[in-house]
């Protein structure tokens, strides 16, 4: 009848039919109404799509639509609140639809109808459960079909539950006010719910790749999106917004809150203006800053960053408080003070600094978005950026945190704002005079001495001398190449007089360093190292103070050297005082069996220099350069510590989501230091393979192609995790011989393709070489690459299917005993074979050359040794083989039980609708069969395992809760077949093969498993019980082992007799005797064993005999215990 009347006849017609339900009938009303504008919108999309290509007018105008349902959706919320009962039908009809598909079962008209509900308390609390459930259930479905070619193949595709409620968000513009309050809600129940959790060791870090992104990270990404799009549409919801904003980022410091602070980032960059009415709440949360973690003062500071270059109040307010906070007690508040000075300063230009492309920083969007607003001219800039630098001259006699701070920002300062250089530079030279010894005959040159802080029986680091060295050496290094051009042409030379002086510095402090020995550092190896001393905690530090500036100082003299052989020997000189240091920190803490911190994990090597360095030292081949490098290249040392500096980057790139030094912040920077750092260790590995590089001199430690091996996995897993958009330009990157015309054709898949083959030729000569030259590591750092490679491969690909049949092939070929290989192997085969089919076959071959090498239960039985897999073997079946099939095998059940689940929710919709009928259920044909055909072959695959001798432990523990699981799915099949036998449909023939199957080849044998886990456990408890005297301890430990591990025991049995239960049930509706190849399960409730029996029969009568004497005793105190409870009998 709707679609016989006009739109604006609608809504008063719903209105009198809602009135009408009240009297009964509500659900079919609330149903037909919701189905309605879901077609209605469906319609109205497919139009507009349409005719958008075809350049025609839609019939039905979107806002006159819109307002249409906003009418609806008001007049059913006022319906609700008079009669409550609606509002139950309501929440019980989206219930049953989220069994089924959620995103199915749903659109924007229901999400806005359900969002509308939230303003009646008594439902508010139950919707928001209801859609915070359904949209982690929608994103975990996602996630389970992206990982699976079976389900994928049976399953269409459904839209995103995103891509529903961002559209509500949109449709709200159309005057829907009473739904833009639950909106709100909504986003900051999934940010509050599904944000990143603490952790003990650093930050949760979110990566940027949408696959790797687990259901929750997507449900937290689509509040933030709700909330940013309805602040961009309502002006009226905007304070709300960002005041609860604010308020959850002073208020949840404990907490990591990057997902808020994100969100204020984007909302501020969108509309600076708009916050100017905000200020008062802004400059409320800047007086929380001293109370607030690092972290997240930087974090707040830089997105409300572009507000403080339109409103001078903010401003104002900022630096009064960051002058406070200056002179605080706490540290963390010194730490933010300087922190957002250096913010400050970054940001607000001076006259006549380069340009941000000139110094090649990037900038976020929001600054360039605001430099149209700025109000400050650069004059007034200068004098409030001179102001700064007077402030944080201050911090350089504080602690050595707050110096780090200082000495980590004045780079990124310098590059954004050259025009400050000369106060910068003039500040680091006065630091760094005070512990520099200026006469030139003495050594070492730094007054170590000064930079320790002795207080009483506490020693502590004062100055952080390596972090001001390599301050100093990159930004002397940036003047000269940028600043220093500019100031010849003006001919400026003051300036040039504070450079000239930190060069002769730095030269001066390299040649005595080289001459000076550790003894003159007091560094020997007779010295004390020991962290419960005081003198060993001051030589630590000193030690690794002298580390740093040697790292530095090799940076510094490899860049300046312009490949001068004496420069270079310098560097040389300067890694063996650096090396001969390190050897001494790692005896003495191997010998002392304490873990000192070896400067090395965070190296003060810059990222760009380790490319630099290892490019020159692998791919140079010039002539003039080539006597000067073999002094580096010959030092096997050297060589190995330039790929190790390598490795620890991208390590710290992978922990931190970025690196130490300059540039380490900025994305773009580290991403080109990756694809160069890639391209030379690919060519260093490929040409100088392990087998050859180890057949020479032995030495201590990985070999050079072993590390370059090792970089390029973590390389190649941080890209994926950092820079999944850019994977292309990376693949492309690393294929230099290409020419650029050549670069542009290629797809990720054919360039990922090229590099996985280069990986295969060096696993299988590694394979094909003897069995005692065999690099078990190697072989897994190679599989471990190759996966990472193979996940850029599209799975309909030629490509793909070549990579999966090679796997294959070394799995069958194969016969190695390495069992981390082994694993690492069959993970890639399985993570292959799921993307382009089910992996049941491949189990059930798995479980037949398992049940082959580890030999029956039963031992009369002999026997035949398949052979489908050489990599099973009798080392690596279990327990490496048989628990990786098993998780594999519970991750097909639980596609199977998702996939019940599903039918299971559509048949109870159709028969909830009266227009169910046979036809309607024919589309779950296929679904039915498929499922029938999985647990069908999974039933194989355990027939094989519970005949397998497995040894005790994990493998049995992990397959009778598998067995208990398939048989709960089987139960959750028969409880369908129940369902649909309602209809007229009976049960399949292959369901009925399948029945039989279980009681024939399963439940039998699990009997039997049972009985053989039982004997083996109590044969080893038998040597303990038997050792009377040992009966304490002992005894106790191996009886609590037995009980655990015995624990799944009843819950298979209670799955069994479930299952047979409810088969039981489905012969009587069906009218099939499904029971006839099912033996009667055995009491299990307890078991008579004669010979144990006999055992405590004997005991009892030697007992019986010593006790005699004691009888008559006994019987008397029998007799005045039981006389007085008649006596209180007869009261």
């Known amino acids: 009848m709707f679609s016989k009347l006009n739109l604006q006849e609608i809504p008063p017609l719903v209105y009198q039919l809602l009135v009408f339900s009240s009297k009964g009938n509500r659900k079919k009303a609330l149903e037909g109404i919701i189905t309605f504008f879901n077609e209605l919108d469906k319609q109205h999309n497919e139009e507009q799509s349409g005719d958008e290509l075809l350049g025609l007018v839609t019939t039905v105008p979107a806002g006159e639509l819109r307002h249409v349902e906003g009418t609806v959706i008001l007049h059913i919320v006022f319906a609700i609140k008079l009669d409550c009962e609606l509002g139950r039908e309501l929440l019980k009809h989206f219930k049953t639809g989220q069994q089924g598909d959620f995103s199915n079962n749903t659109c924007p008209f229901s999400i806005a109808l359900l969002l509308s509900i939230t303003r009646i308390q008594r439902f508010e609390e139950q919707v928001f459960d209801l859609l915070k459930t359904s949209i982690v259930k929608s994103f975990k479905d996602l996630q389970l079909l992206q990982g699976s070619k079976f389900l994928q193949n049976l399953v269409p595709h459904r839209s995103c539950v995103s891509t529903l409620i961002l559209e509500v968000v949109k449709n709200s513009v159309h005057s829907w006010d009473h739904v833009t309050q639950g909106l709100v809600e909504l986003g900051f129940i999934l940010m509050d719910s599904y944000g990143p959790k603490k952790i003990l060791d650093g930050k949760a870090i979110e990566t940027s790749s949408c696959l790797s992104k687990k259901p929750t990270q997507h449900a937290c990404k689509l509040g933030a999106d709700i909330l940013l799009e309805t602040f961009k549409i309502h002006e009226m919801i905007r ?103 250096l913010l400050l300063l970054k940001n607000f230009k001076v006259l006549g600094s380069l340009s941000s492309s000139q110094c090649s920083q990037s900038i976020g969007a929001s600054q360039v978005h605001v430099d149209v607003h700025s109000r400050y001219n650069s004059v007034a800039n200068e004098t409030f950026c001179l102001e700064i630098m007077d402030s944080l001259r201050r911090c350089l006699g504080q602690q050595a945190d707050v110096r780090l701070i200082l000495y980590e920002g004045f780079y990124d300062v310098l590059r954004r704002n050259s025009q400050l250089a000369n106060s910068i530079m003039q500040t680091l030279l006065s630091q760094l005079k005070q512990y520099y010894e200026p006469k030139p005959d003495v050594l070492p040159p730094l007054k170590l001495e000064a930079c320790i802080l002795t207080q009483g029986d506490r020693i502590c680091l004062q100055e952080p001398l390596d972090y001001l060295l390599c301050c100093v050496q990159h930004c002397l290094a940036w003047c000269k190449s940028k600043v220093m051009p500019q100031q010849q042409e003006k001919e400026e030379e003051e300036e040039e007089g504070v450079y000239q002086d930190l060069e002769d510095l730095l030269e001066s402090i390299t040649s005595r360093m080289i001459k000076s020995e550790l003894e003159d550092f007091e560094l020997d190896k007779s010295a004390d190292f020991s962290q419960s001393s005081c003198v060993g905690i001051k030589n ?64 003060f090597l810059s990222m760009k220099f380790v490319s630099d360095l290892l490019t020159a030292l692998f791919r140079d081949s010039a002539q003039s350069h080539e006597e000067s490098l073999s002094v580096l290249r010959s030092n096997n040392e050297f060589m190995r510590y330039a790929v190790s500096v390598a490795l620890q980057k991208v390590q710290q790139l992978k922990e931190t989501g970025h690196v130490s030094g300059p540039d380490g912040q900025n994305p773009e920077k580290i991403f080109q230091n990756l694809c160069d750092i890639t391209r030379v260790l690919i060519w260093r590995y490929t040409s100088i393979p392990t087998s050859v590089e180890d057949s020479g001199k032995k030495e201590k430690g990985k070999s050079i192609s072993l590390l370059c091996l090792e970089g390029l996995q973590k390389i190649f897993s941080a890209v994926q995790q950092f820079f999944q958009p850019k994977i292309q330009h990376f693949l492309r990157a690393l294929d230099a011989t290409g020419e650029e015309g050549e670069e542009v054709e290629g797809s990720v898949t054919h360039r990922a393709a090229f590099q996985i083959r280069q990986f295969q030729r060096s696993l299988l000569n590694l394979l094909s070489s003897q069995e005692e030259d065999f690099n078990g590591k190697e072989a897994l750092l190679l599989v471990t690459v190759l996966s990472n490679l193979s996940k850029l491969l599209e799975p309909s690909s030629p490509q793909f299917v070549q990579m999966l049949s090679w796997t294959s092939k070394i799995c069958k070929e194969n016969s190695q005993e390495d069992a981390s290989f082994c694993k690492g192997l069959m993970n890639l085969l399985f993570s292959l074979h799921v993307l382009y089919k089910s992996p049941v076959i491949l189990l059930r071959d798995l479980s037949q050359d398992i049940h082959g090498h580890l030999g029956d239960i039963d031992e009369d039985v002999e026997m035949e040794k398949t052979n489908h897999f050489a990599m099973v073997n009798l080392r690596t079946a279990a327990p490496t083989v048989c628990l990786l099939v098993l998780s594999q095998a519970e991750k097909v059940l639980e596609e199977v039980d998702w996939l019940i689940t599903k039918l299971k929710g559509q048949v109870s919709q159709e028969m909830l609708s009266e227009e169910a009928s046979s036809q309607a259920t024919l589309p779950n044909h296929p679904i039915e069969k498929a499922i029938i055909m999985q647990l069908g072959t999974l039933l194989t695959f355990f027939h094989e395992l519970v005949q397998t001798a497995l040894p005790s432990g994990s493998c049995v523990d992990i397959l009778l809760k598998d067995l208990c699981k398939m048989y709960t799915i089987l139960t959750a099949l028969v409880r369908y077949y129940l369902q649909v036998c309602q209809s007229s449909r009976g049960i399949p023939k292959n369901m009925e093969k399948l029945v039989k199957l279980s009681g024939s080849h399963l439940t039998p044998l699990c009997y039997s498993f049972i009985s053989y886990i039982q004997n083996k456990r109590s044969q080893s408890l038998k040597y303990t019980g038997e050792k009377k005297k040992g009966k304490t301890a002992a005894v106790a430990t191996a009886m609590a082992r037995v009980l655990r591990e015995t624990k799944p025991i009843p819950n298979l049995i209670f799955a069994i007799e479930q299952y047979e239960k409810f088969l039981i049930h489905l012969s009587k509706k069906s009218k099939v005797n499904l029971m006839q190849h099912m033996k009667l399960s055995t009491s299990r409730d307890f078991k008579i064993k004669g010979n144990i029996l006999d055992m405590v029969l004997r005991e009892g009568e030697e007992e019986e005999e010593d006790d005699d004497d004691d009888e008559g005793t006994a019987s008397e105190h029998e007799g005045q215990d039981k006389e007085p409870a008649k006596k209180r009998r007869k009261k």
């Open 239 to 341: 304070q709300e917004i960002l005041e609860q904003v604010f308020n959850r980022v002073v208020t949840r410091a404990s907490s990591p809150i990057s997902h808020f602070l994100d969100l204020l980032s984007n909302i501020i960059m969108y509309a600076p203006l708009v916050l100017q009415s905000c200020s008062a709440k802004v400059t409320e949360t800047f007086d929380y800053l001293s109370f607030l973690p690092l972290q997240t003062v930087q974090g707040l500071l830089k997105a409300v960053q572009p507000l403080l270059k339109v409103s001078m109040s903010v401003r104002d307010s900022l630096i009064l408080v960051l002058r406070k906070a200056m002179f605080a007690s706490q540290l963390d508040a010194r730490k933010a003070a300087v922190a957002g000075f």
């Open 540 to 603: 630590n530090i000193c030690a690794s103070l002298v580390m740093g500036v040697c790292e530095v100082l090799i940076e510094y003299n490899f860049s300046i050297s312009n490949f001068s052989k004496n420069k270079l020997e310098e560097v040389l000189s300067l890694f063996m005082c650096y090396k001969k240091l390190s050897d001494i920190l790692n005896e003495k803490a191997a010998k002392g069996k304490t873990k000192v911190a070896n400067k090395t994990n965070d190296s």
